[in-house]
């Protein structure tokens, strides 16, 4: 099971792939996909500005800043 959102029944490629690291304990959590991609931050940088931010990964959208998109970072 999904131990964020405890509804999904892991894949055996999501229980292998989604592990987190408890900080501060020997645990693990495991998420199923959807939960993987909320946790998970994309970050930004603004070529212009240099401004720096991130965003949630659920949903492929455009971020502008300064007039332009952003680019998106490692
Ligand atoms: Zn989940
Ligand atoms: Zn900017």
Redesign the pocket.
Known sequence: MCDRCEIVKLSYDEYTNNVRDIVDSGEKMRYCDECRNYIILKKWE?M??N?KGTIRNEREISVN??GESVQWLE
Do not use: T, V
Request: net charge positive; aromatic share 0%.
């Open positions: 603004c212009k500005c401004s800043h300064c």
